[in-house]
């Protein structure tokens, strides 16, 4: 190495080498050789091949199977208050330049593919919404949260405060406790209601950030909502697993003669319900709280097809490996049952956001699904999340969501 640290030095196996030279920032509990010195946990080490040579620095979680994220290869870096606000400008002039006037609602920070591992953080109007999902970013937050603010007010935007999500189970991995609530910046405690107002695709939301899904808004279908939208003109649309509301009011606003947004949860029904109801759209717009795996079946039952428009955008059914065979179960079925019910020269819209769902075994899928269905994929478009959600190619967790378009023949 070109300087001298202070940190401990942790050598790896020949796998971690390659996989870290590939560009990949993860190394696991089992790739762990030897230690020099005494390593902090939550804090940074050196990372070493078997042979001595240099490999990055990154910051260690003992308690995690991913027990190394590095966030450096550069022996030279100085990893200080300096070091830290570079980055931060980096991911805030990224979204500026391929959000533009859409980064006022965006997601402003995305882990690994920002060189921030385990740290979220979405940006709605003036709220920021933080998940801190590893040790060493829960460490950080003093530095880095009160410096994001900063970086974003002197560029002009209002911001009155950062709310955290830390109420997810997936903390326990790294022995960190869930909670949830406002962030003390500056020394303040109340920012406000945990409500707030934006506008996506010229639609104005309601976001419930407190007890919302994850952050409390998908951002990361920005733009597939618009595609939907381009498409609805004049059909009846049953938009599946609506959460808030989004691609079913795109749709709505896309010109749709009808739509039925259907969601397990009443309390998200009720405010997508809210959110047709200021867009003055509730006219053509109404609201399900059902099971779609239970609505499917009923409706195929019915007279008639009452949709030439069906979008599926569920929930990840799968978060790792050993769940995959009983996801793709999942997937094919509500795909099958859509297609069987759409008429010839219908539409589809279906998605995945898992990333243990590959685009080769999604694809596998609607095809397996097609072919049940007796029916042909036309595709129209093939999608994934929009760019601020940048993908690391060398990072392949940060290629999740697959979207495709297609008409039924």
């Not at 290869?73 to 931060?88: C, K, P, S, V, Y």
């Not at 769940?323 to 795909?335: D, P, V």
């Not at 049940?372 to 959600?389: F, G, K, T």
């Amino acid at each position: 190495m070109k300087q001298t640290r202070d940190f401990a030095k942790i050598v790896v196996s020949d796998k971690a080498a390659h996989s870290v030279q590939a560009g990949h920032p993860w190394i696991y509990d089992t790739e762990l050789r030897h230690t020099e010195g005494v390593p902090e946990n939550g804090g940074l080490v050196d990372v070493l091949s078997e042979r001595g040579r240099y490999l990055g620095t990154g910051l260690l979680s003992e308690r995690s199977k991913i027990r190394i994220r590095l966030i450096s290869r550069n022996a030279n870096d100085r990893f200080d208050a300096a070091f830290w606000e570079r980055r931060l400008h980096y991911a805030w002039d990224y979204r500026k330049t391929v959000m533009q006037k859409d980064c006022q609602c965006c997601r402003v920070i995305f882990g690994e593919a920002d060189h921030f591992p385990g740290l979220t953080v979405d940006r709605f109007g003036e709220v920021l919404v933080a998940q801190t999902l590893s040790l060493g970013m829960e460490r950080l937050k003093p530095l880095l949260f009160p410096l994001l603010v900063r970086i974003l007010r002197e560029d002009g935007q209002q911001i009155r405060g950062i709310y955290e999500r830390n109420d997810v189970a997936i903390r326990a991995l790294e022995g960190l406790s869930q909670q949830k609530g406002w962030y003390p910046l500056e020394g303040r405690t109340d920012f406000g209601p945990t409500r707030t107002t934006i506008v996506e695709n010229e639609i104005s939301y309601l976001v419930d950030f407190e007890t919302g899904q994850k952050t409390g808004f998908f951002l990361d279908q920005k733009y597939n909502r618009q595609a939907v939208a381009r498409l609805a003109g004049g059909k009846r649309v049953l938009d599946c697993f609506t959460h808030t509301g989004s691609f079913a009011l795109n749709a709505a606003r896309g010109g749709a003669a009808q739509v039925c947004a259907v969601d397990v949860s009443e309390s998200a029904v009720a405010l997508a319900r809210e959110n047709a109801r200021r867009n003055q759209l509730e006219d053509r717009m109404e609201f399900v709280a059902a099971d779609v795996f239970d609505l499917l079946p009923e409706l195929a039952s019915r007279e008639g097809q009452p949709f030439d428009f069906i979008i599926l955008d569920p929930p990840a059914f799968t978060k790792s490996r050993r769940t995959i065979e009983s996801a793709a179960r999942g997937y094919k079925e509500i795909n099958l049952r859509a297609m069987k019910l759409l008429p010839r020269g219908g539409y589809l819209a279906t998605c995945s956001c898992s990333h243990f769902m590959s685009n080769e075994r999604f694809v596998k899928m609607l095809h397996a699904a097609a072919k049940d269905a007796c029916v042909c994929l036309r595709q129209i478009e093939a999608r994934q999340q929009s760019p601020d959600h940048p993908i690391l190619w060398n990072v392949p967790e940060t290629d999740y969501l697959k979207f495709y378009l297609f008409q039924v023949v």
